[in-house]
């Protein structure tokens, strides 16, 4: 779905599951983000490839026209450089294939083959800060219906037309969910904690206040496609 032009920056390091009321736990946000200062793993060490150029980035966040919907372009000179999805040398160590979540960097990792690793951008909710720990995905959904928990409908009101009991908020540009959703399993039970896309681009790199782990459209589109159901997954915290 993407273009991928062996993208490098710096930084070394860093169905339907259980019940419609867990469907998507309320992996989204509704305001603003919190910033927070971010804490890195892993030393910074020299630039081992080009970074990527403004004409490969217009193409890497440009607009998408995707299950009927146009994604607009993403305004990436004004997101921190270090959180666009680029190719980097593997900091983590696991096999290739395993997604790995560094929370308190704000980064996810897929592994590759021959010591590297797709880096992309990521927004930290309250939801994301709750786990941690090996799962699996245990299956994915394109463009997914958002059902706010009832918890968070009555701290917000005004969510109540996207109720569980009235099936949520319709796929779309404005869903909180984004343009899909990777599901977190782990010992065959759901974790309630997601991977999704999300408007608000703003949120990269954030602590936002609530929601799960939330990647630019772009940028999830692209890790659905590059991994199947059953795919590892780490989350660091």
Request: proline residues 10%.
């Amino acid at each position: 779905m993407s273009l991928e032009k062996s993208l490098s920056r710096r930084n070394f390091l860093s169905f339907s599951a259980l019940t419609a009321a867990s469907a998507l736990a309320g992996c989204a946000s509704t305001s603003a983000p919190i910033v927070q200062p971010v804490g890195f793993r892993f030393p910074r060490p020299f630039e081992t490839t080009p970074a990527p150029t403004d004409a490969e980035l217009e193409v890497i966040y440009g607009p998408i026209e995707d299950g009927g919907f146009l994604i607009p372009a993403v305004p990436y000179q004004q997101i921190d450089p270090r959180y666009y999805r680029q190719q980097v040398i593997d900091p983590t160590g696991e096999r290739p294939g395993t997604i790995v979540v560094d929370t308190p960097s704000r980064f996810l990792y897929l592994v590759q083959p021959g010591g590297t690793a797709m880096r992309y951008g990521v927004g930290i909710g309250r939801e994301g800060f709750a786990w941690s720990g090996n799962g699996v995905i245990q299956w994915k959904q394109k463009w997914p219906r958002w059902k706010p928990p009832n918890e968070m409908v009555a701290r917000q009101p005004e969510l109540a037309k996207y109720s569980i009991e009235r099936g949520g908020m319709e796929p779309g540009l404005l869903n909180p969910l984004g343009a899909r959703a990777l599901y977190i399993f782990s010992n065959g039970e759901d974790t309630l904690y997601r991977l999704h896309g999300n408007p608000e681009w703003r949120s990269i790199g954030k602590a936002v206040s609530s929601g799960c782990v939330r990647l630019l459209n772009q940028d999830i589109i692209d890790l659905y496609d590059r991994v199947p159901n059953k795919t590892p997954i780490v989350v660091w915290q």
